[in-house]
């Protein structure tokens, strides 16, 4: 790819970095939080729980309204809203002010991640548009390497607050790079609510939804609490667990490679998003497995960041395949909202099995949805992409 090309997907990729490591950081801070404020774990974890749902409820409202302006318009916008509310997180003097910031974030978090892929492809020459597509998934997998064990030691040695006034200081430059090297791109064709119905007809998106639900809901219910897990039932350092969360991050990377490598071609298609769904669900009933000794850790962070990235970039790349011509950033928003959703779900679960029994049982009801995850790829999802055949474009 030139120059012009690399330049804005390398800003979008940051953005979905910086994005990212925003949503997930109170996962990493979850314990210091709770402290700070005087709640439980569980009480903490509804800041995760409210972010999710704020974003799958705002997603498609707010992208059928931001749908009439420009991509690069629509990303300056969101950078700075994203900015000024992690400002107000880090100033929050109390626990709901802080959830209302969060809310905040969350508002910008609903539109970037409905536009981050459609416009990563538009960038780019049409030969490139996987590339361009992995390269923004790696950019959330390179926030689980750097983002949430640096938003921990940031933490740790300086307080929680002095996370979120990093991470507005990095938006803040995004904003700047993004003013100087994203082209101006007319906006796609205005989408209008009347036209939903017609959008959701299609029987293979309404499969890549359905999967999206259940497996977001099994992967969360297990890695919200996966710090509580690891100090409680494992009983591992703060260090380490740091380590165990970068390690996660880095397997991330791997599973986006391989999605480049492996995901071309129908049958190596199918199996592949087989492969990557059962391994969620696998790592997560070896939670508590896992936990005996520091290696099973290590192996069970391997398998499950390659495969939850490896899920995420399979089935945002269906559906930039599927979606009608001038519906990709509402079909994403859709996702991004189900995608949410299941975060909220999962961190409510999780949340109701720490308090209801015992942090030890989040990878075991996890594990169960999964498998309801795998079960509906194999008997809906696949079928329907077979039927259809040729993808619409």
Not at 40 to 60: P, R
Not at 130 to 151: F, K, Q
Not at 284 to 309: D, E, F, I, N, Q
Request: with cysteine; net charge positive.
């Amino acid at each position: 790819m030139t120059a012009k090309e690399w330049l804005p997907l390398i800003g979008i990729a940051v953005a979905a970095f910086v994005f990212n490591t925003s949503e997930f950081m109170p996962i990493a801070l979850l314990v210091d939080i709770a402290a700070d404020f005087g709640v439980t774990e569980a009480q903490a974890g509804v800041l995760i729980t409210a972010y999710a749902w704020a974003v799958c409820v705002l997603s498609l409202p707010l992208m059928v309204l931001a749908s009439r302006f420009s991509f690069r318009r629509l990303l300056l916008f969101l950078a700075a809203l994203f900015g000024i509310c992690q400002v107000l997180s880090a100033l929050a003097p109390g626990f709901w002010t802080l959830m209302a910031a969060r809310i905040g974030v969350a508002c910008a978090h609903a539109v970037f991640w409905s536009i981050a892929s459609p416009a990563a492809v538009r960038v780019v020459r049409p030969e490139h548009q996987s590339l361009a597509l992995s390269t923004i998934v790696t950019g959330s997998s390179v926030a689980m390497i750097c983002g949430l064990p640096l938003g921990r030691v940031v933490g740790l040695a300086l307080g929680w607050r002095m996370t979120f006034f990093c991470i507005a200081a990095v938006s803040f430059a995004v904003l700047a790079y993004l003013f100087a090297v994203f082209p101006k791109m007319a906006a796609g064709e205005r989408f209008s609510a009347r036209e939903l119905p017609g959008l959701l007809k299609s029987p293979v998106l309404l499969g890549i939804y359905a999967v999206t639900a259940l497996v977001a809901t099994a992967y969360y219910t297990g890695y919200s609490y996966i710090e509580p897990f690891l100090q409680q039932i494992g009983g591992f350092s703060d260090g380490f667990i740091t380590v165990a969360l970068s390690i996660f991050g880095v397997a991330g990377i791997g599973g986006s490679m391989l999605f480049a490598r492996l995901y071309e071609g129908e049958r190596r298609r199918h199996a592949f998003l087989l492969a990557v769904l059962s391994g969620i669900a696998v790592s997560l009933a070896l939670m508590v497995p896992a936990a005996a000794s520091h290696v099973g850790v290590v192996g069970m962070c391997v398998l499950w960041g390659a495969c939850a990235t490896a899920f995420n970039v399979s089935l945002q790349s269906g559906i930039l395949r599927f979606a009608p011509a001038g519906a990709a950033a509402v079909a994403m928003s859709i996702f991004s909202g189900i995608f949410n959703l299941g975060i909220g779900g999962g961190s409510a679960i999780g949340g109701a099995v720490s308090s209801a029994a015992s942090v030890a049982w989040v990878g075991a009801a996890g594990a169960i949805i999964g498998v309801a995850g795998v079960a509906a790829c194999a008997l809906f999802l696949i079928p329907a992409m077979r039927r259809t055949g040729v993808t619409v474009r």
